[in-house]
């Protein structure tokens, strides 16, 4: 295996489409420190994040080193190019040192059936009863569907092959960390085929240390996991044990990890979840995002006076474009629209009312998760905003600053690693 930059045993994922809240971020990290669970700070940013801002990926890797030098971090942090692609990673390269290598459209496109049949040779050793560690049934695999599993996951760790590749050379290989994603896909992968990838990811000589499969589910951005916690248990579990397997098996890096594109605010997973890695004494790299935008515009609306108008601006716009901002997110939103309240109720409310409305409280009667999806997928209007919205960010800093720090440290944080 190549060399790499090895990850910290627990790591979070932290996105700002704007740029300012690095510091708040990173206050989160501090805190639960203090408690004991260290976790690496990782900022990440989309190409399509970027496209949409229209920031440069080097503005990431300012917001971090500013953040890490004014409040004096001495651990580990990163930044993550986050699903990139051959086509797109280039301008990421020097500022960024975790890249997450997006297969997504190579999956299920089939591989060559010569490269299927050379897979199924080179190992025997998943062919027949696989009995895993900590998974109480052993997996019966046949040749066949070894040879149907590589046919449809084999040209996605080819692909990321070449990206990484790409990257190591241009880079190289002891100054980054990997990570291969495959969740924007509709199915989920079964453990047998998570371990199968894993094979076909050794093959090709990738020093994994992050791998985000598609678990059973929805994880739609920014509210609650939505599916059957007792199967995403199992699930989860499962990959566990095959991950640890095959880091033996394959001489993968020992700090091979689940990532959980989690869309943020996954609080019913988060205790299944903490028993799991507990259980198998294993690490986990949580990635969020859109949770700290949201954050953004709770503290603006909480703050009253400009700061709500904007907040209410921002939910009138939306109100006007809802198909539009909901298209390109179909498959990580569910907003049934007769509950969402009318642009002329929203400009009569209160502070309390829209933080009520918005922020994530699933106890407070207000909470209305299809209000906070909208405005999720509605960070294109601050965009548009541009100068007038960074400058209320500025002015209503600290209260805007004290919800993105509480939010990432007793909503996430905490439950994921320390319960309650
Ligand atoms: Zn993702």
Not at 21 to 49: H, M, T, Y
Not at 217 to 241: S, T
Request: net charge negative; glycine share 6%; with cysteine.
């Amino acid at each position: 295996m190549n060399n790499y930059l090895p990850l910290g045993k627990f790591s979070f994922g932290l996105g700002d489409r704007f740029g300012h809240q690095g510091r708040a971020q990173l206050r989160a990290c501090i805190l639960a420190a203090e408690l004991g669970a260290d976790f690496v700070p990782v900022w990440n940013k989309s190409n399509r994040e970027h496209l949409f801002i229209g920031t440069e990926p080097s503005s990431l890797r300012a917001e971090a080193d500013a953040a890490v030098k004014a409040l004096g971090w001495k651990q580990a942090y990163h930044v993550d190019a986050d699903h990139i692609r051959l086509e797109t990673v280039d301008r990421f390269i020097a500022p960024s040192d975790f890249f997450t290598i997006d297969v997504a459209d190579s999956i299920g496109k089939p591989a060559s059936a010569a490269d299927a049949q050379a897979f199924a040779e080179r190992h025997p050793e998943l062919i027949g009863t696989i009995s895993i560690p900590n998974i109480s049934h052993p997996f019966a695999i046949t040749r066949a569907e070894v040879e149907r599993v590589a046919n449809l996951f084999l040209l996605a760790p080819q692909d990321a092959g070449k990206i990484y590749q790409h990257i190591a050379k241009a880079k190289g290989a002891e100054r980054f960390i990997t990570e291969i994603s495959m969740d924007e896909t509709n199915s989920p992968q079964t453990p047998p085929e998570l371990l199968i990838i894993l094979a076909a990811i050794a093959d090709q000589k990738i020093p994994i240390q992050t791998i985000a499969p598609k678990f059973t589910g929805r994880f739609n951005k920014g509210v609650d996991y939505a599916g059957n916690v007792k199967q995403f248990e199992k699930e989860f579990n499962e990959d566990l044990a095959i991950i640890a397997f095959a880091i033996q098996k394959y001489g993968l890096p020992p700090s091979l990890k689940l990532s959980v594109h989690s869309g943020s605010d996954k609080f019913s997973i988060y205790e299944p979840m903490r028993r799991a890695l507990k259980k198998f004494d294993a690490g986990v790299h949580l990635k969020t995002a859109g949770t700290t935008w949201l954050e953004e515009l709770i503290g603006l609306a909480e703050a009253g006076g400009d700061g709500l108008e904007i907040a209410k601006e921002i939910y009138a716009y939306a109100m006007d474009h809802v198909d539009e901002f909901c298209a390109p997110y179909a498959s990580v939103i569910d907003i049934d629209k007769t509950k969402l309240p009318g642009a002329a109720v929203v400009s009569g409310w209160s502070s309390n009312q829209f933080v009520s409305a918005l922020r994530h409280d699933p106890t407070n009667p207000a909470f209305n998760l299809n209000f906070r999806q909208l405005l999720h997928v509605s960070f294109k209007v601050a965009a548009k905003m541009g100068r007038r919205y960074l400058d209320a960010l500025d002015k209503h800093e600290t209260v805007v600053a004290k919800n993105v720090t509480e939010n990432l440290f007793e909503r996430h944080m905490k439950p994921l690693l320390l319960g309650e």
